[in-house]
């Protein structure tokens, strides 16, 4: 079945570290996304890619770095200069065709949290 | 002004019911309206497409307003499984055709 892999689904980790999140998709889609969401919150923007080894930031990249190497993948690392990196981090993807096609189809997410 | 807005609800209605939900958007430039449902601690997931002439999906009915610039979702004979948080979502506007902006969400609760 084609779809949107994220691993794990839950991460602890120290402040301080860097922590990479993982996110694959087999849909064979040129775009791909990372959003957090807070509690009580819409999703936010952290970076998007919409082909390989091109990236660009979204509305809040402070702290996070991505890479597109492969089509099917967008790995995106926490920094330890994220000021409040807990949250629920979800990796999405998208084809890029018509002005119409802008449905985005979501990973299982992961939940971050650093202490 | 936040650039989707939504009524976070919380909305808890009887099962049966016919429930209503709003959103308005600040880009007059947006050309795609969605909603999504998210269940709680799960990824969201596309409901409906929101076209300019409306569009039915069984008890589910979309409607946009250009003008005005709102969404509006109707949910009829609301079951108990459709108790989620509804996302409205827009293509946003920041330099970008790939992106979307969404709404905090309106929590739904239909109670038996």
């Known amino acids: 079945d084609g779809g949107i892999t994220q691993s794990p689904k839950y991460l602890f980790r120290k402040e301080g570290q860097n922590v990479t999140l993982s996110c694959e998709q087999n849909?064979?889609?040129?775009?791909m996304y990372w959003y957090r969401q807070d509690p009580g919150q819409g999703l936010r923007l952290i970076y998007y890619s919409q082909i390989v080894n091109d990236f660009q930031k979204g509305d809040i990249a402070e702290g996070y770095s991505v890479s597109r190497e492969k089509k099917e993948s967008f790995p995106l690392t926490v920094t330890s200069a994220q000021k409040n990196p807990t949250a629920f981090y979800l990796c999405a993807s998208s084809i890029i065709g018509r002005t119409e096609d802008y449905e985005q189809y979501f990973g299982p997410g992961t939940r971050l949290t650093v202490t | 002004r936040k650039e989707v807005e939504q009524d976070p609800g919380p909305f808890n209605v009887p099962e049966g019911a016919t429930v209503a939900f709003n959103c308005t958007y600040s880009?007059?430039?947006?050309?795609?309206f969605f909603w999504y449902r998210q269940d709680c601690r799960k990824e969201p997931k596309l409901l409906m497409s929101v076209y300019s002439s409306g569009n039915e999906d069984g008890r589910f009915t979309a409607q946009l307003n250009r003008a005005s610039q709102y969404i509006s979702l109707l949910i009829r004979d609301s079951k108990l499984s459709d108790s989620a948080t509804y996302l409205c979502v827009v293509n946003g506007d920041s330099g970008s055709a790939r992106q979307l902006t969404f709404g905090s969400g309106t929590q739904l609760t239909v109670l038996p």
């Open positions: 880009n007059s430039a947006s050309q795609s």
């Open positions: 849909l064979n889609h040129d775009a």
